[in-house]
Structure formats: C-alpha cells, structure tokens
C-alpha cells in the first residue's frame, strides 16, 4: 500500500463494480459476442449485421444528446432500436427484438467471475464498515453475487449523472449520514474514481491493477490518498 495523503477517520467505503472488484474485460467481449449472435439470429434482415453496429449506432446517438451517455443501459437500448430499424424491422418487431436483446445482454452481463480473495476482503471489510457500490455501468450485484457486501448500489442515470460527476458520490454520503470526507472511494480508474472522489471531499484509493505509476500516467490528474494493486490489500486498514 502507498500513502500519498494523510489518511482521516474511515467511516465507510464506496467501491467502483467493473474492473476494481472483477475482471471485466472478457465479460464485456463474450457479452458483446453473445449478444450479436442473438440479434443475427432474431430476424433475417439482421443476419448480416456487422459486429460494430451498436456502437457505431451508440457513437450517432451521443452526437445527437451530449448528455445519453450517463444512462449506459439506456443508451444501449436506443442504440439496438436504431439498429433494428435502419434494418427495416418494423416499429413493433424493433420494439420487441430491442426487449430480447437487453434481457440477452443483461444474462451474460451478470456472468462475472469475482476471485475467492476479493470474496474474502469484501467479507472482512463489510464487517467493520458499511460498504457501496457506485457504477457507472449496468452490472448487477445481484445478478453477480456481490449483493450481500453492500448496503445499497448507486447507478449512473438512475441515481445521477455519472462519475467522475460528484452526484452519486453526495447521495452516497446522504444516505450513509456520514460527511464526504469520513468515505474512502475504491476505484481502478484515475479521472472517474480518483479525481471524481477527491474533487467532492472524500478519501480516494486508487486499485492499480496494471502496474501503473502514478507519477507517469498522463491521467494522474489528482493523488489518491492510497494506493493499491489488489483489494485485499484494503484489509490493511482493518
Ligand atoms: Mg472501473
């Protein structure tokens, strides 16, 4: 563990889903995988669709409201319709076939695997303070086994413009009654978790899992208070 800043009182902990607490690179490529298959498969007038057509689609819709992008499940289903529909399916069959295929996304979405150790340190740590999640993105603690960790998930567009905006960073310290200052926010990336974290007053602990250094990274806009390059290294502070 490194100390950048001086570590205050801990009262409880905020975490980052993807990447921090799993890997999340390969269940987002078997996902995307999957869910194209599902929707070459849904009708044939989608059999040809090129594996970049989503995002391609994602990319025009952003063009159009500079602000879609804080909902990302949100954003994917109007991407899917758009696709659907420049295909030639009807309203309805789009409708039907965006439906499909978010609840397509949405299962193999939730296939994450979580390592036994990183199991372990959220066990230990949950019991000494509360824990929360705060994603920017659509995995469901439910759906992946975390759930029983924390005491409540926070979800860009649902609950909040997304990170490194400080919205769900301040509902998390409303709903916890605890100041900013007394939360420590655990997160792999350096603008939305590190910067985002500190900016709005909290402690911030920066999970370095590609060996990065901190003093060489053109992302490093602000220092964490801590450094990590695995969770369980959190226990630490037990
Ligand atoms: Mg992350």
């Not at 975390?146 to 960073?169: I, V």
């Not at 900016?199 to 964490?224: F, K, T, V, Y």
Request: aromatic share 8%; net charge negative.
């Amino acid at each position: 563990m490194k100390f950048y800043r001086p570590l205050k009182r801990i009262e409880a902990i905020t975490f980052d889903l993807d990447d921090t607490l799993y890997d999340n690179y390969d269940v987002i490529r078997r996902t995307d995988a999957e869910t194209l298959k599902f929707m070459q498969g849904f009708h044939p007038a989608l059999a040809d669709m090129a594996p970049d057509t989503v995002r391609l689609m994602r990319t025009e819709l952003l063009a159009q409201d500079a602000e879609i992008y804080h909902d990302v499940t949100q954003w994917r289903r109007q991407a899917v319709l758009l696709a659907m529909t420049r295909a030639g399916l009807s309203r309805r069959e789009a409708e039907q076939g965006t439906a499909a295929t978010m609840e397509t996304f949405a299962q193999w979405r939730s296939k994450i695997f979580v390592p036994q150790e990183n199991h372990d340190a959220l066990a230990a740590l949950a019991e000494r303070w509360p824990l929360v999640a705060i994603t920017n993105g659509n995995a469901d603690p439910h759906a992946c086994g975390l759930a029983q960790y924390f005491q409540f998930t926070l979800r860009a567009g649902e609950h909040g413009r997304a990170k490194p905006y400080a919205d769900m960073y301040k509902k998390a310290s409303l709903k916890l009654d605890l100041p900013l200052e007394q939360i420590l926010h655990v997160g792999d990336d350096l603008t939305t978790d590190v910067a985002g974290s500190v900016r709005c007053g909290m402690q911030s602990c920066w999970i370095n899992l590609r060996e990065g250094d901190l003093m060489h990274i053109r992302d490093a806009r602000l220092l964490p208070h801590i450094e990590i390059s695995q969770l369980a290294s959190l226990t630490a502070l037990l």
